[in-house]
């Protein structure tokens, strides 16, 4: 019998088991469906991430049926089939090199609403656009590479706090992956694919690095 999620619920607020608890899943039940409504909701929940200049160089692209799993097989490595035939659905995280070309809309909404002066505006537009608007295209691969990560790892956090288990993974082809995804490699660079649903197993408990040997102190 086949489970269906219902949307719209955060079955976890506690912080510290959605973080301390989360592990790498790579069986999950496939008879576990999520909703598309309710994938909607954690992206949309997920996109309160930071961002470069609130840039949000990010997008999504959900695969969730056997057609687009099978297309999705076409570029990531077969160690990574596993997760791509039983999860609810991948979650696959772009960053947008092109999100500059929006970022009037954005901030002039934020000023109609409101939240910041016409003089906050100008200055907004007349510092970090231009720096974007004249960027190498490293600088902008770099940037939305970041803003991606950061988005991504809040998606895992959320899918944990609706109720689920995931799995971040970057086993693909780095230069199919995104045409399989019909998406345009001139704008878009691969971040990672975000498989989620319910475990099926136990997931492998590891150990963490001492921090102290991570961290430097700069005097």
């Known amino acids: 019998m086949t489970e269906t999620v219902a949307p719209n619920k955060l079955t976890n607020n506690d912080l510290a088991k959605v973080m301390f608890d989360r592990h790498s899943v790579r069986k999950f039940d496939p008879t576990v469906k999520i909703s598309r409504d309710e994938l909607q909701d954690m992206i949309r929940e997920a996109t309160t991430a930071p961002s470069a200049c609130n840039l949000q160089s990010w997008h999504f692209v959900i695969i969730d049926t056997p057609e687009g799993k099978e297309k999705l097989k076409k570029a990531a490595m077969k160690f990574n ?20 070309e929006v970022y009037r ?14 003089e906050k505006l100008d200055q907004i537009f007349n510092t970090f656009l231009p720096l974007y ?77 001492d921090v102290k040997q991570l961290i430097d102190y700069l005097d």
């Open 81 to 100: 089939y596993p997760q791509i035939d039983t999860s609810s659905a991948i979650i696959f995280v772009a960053g947008d090199t092109q999100s500059h």
């Open 105 to 118: 809309d954005v901030w002039t909404k934020v000023y109609e609403a409101g939240k910041i002066s016409k």
């Open 133 to 209: 608007e004249h960027a190498s295209p490293e600088f902008l691969t770099l940037d939305a590479t970041i803003d991606g990560a950061m988005v991504a790892m809040q998606l895992l956090l959320l899918a944990r706090a609706h109720g689920y288990d995931a799995n971040p993974w970057s086993g693909y082809d780095f230069k199919t992956i995104i045409p399989t995804l019909g998406l345009d490699p001139k704008r878009f660079v691969p971040v990672m694919a975000v498989a989620i649903g319910k475990a099926a197993e136990q997931p492998l408990q590891t150990e963490r690095y």
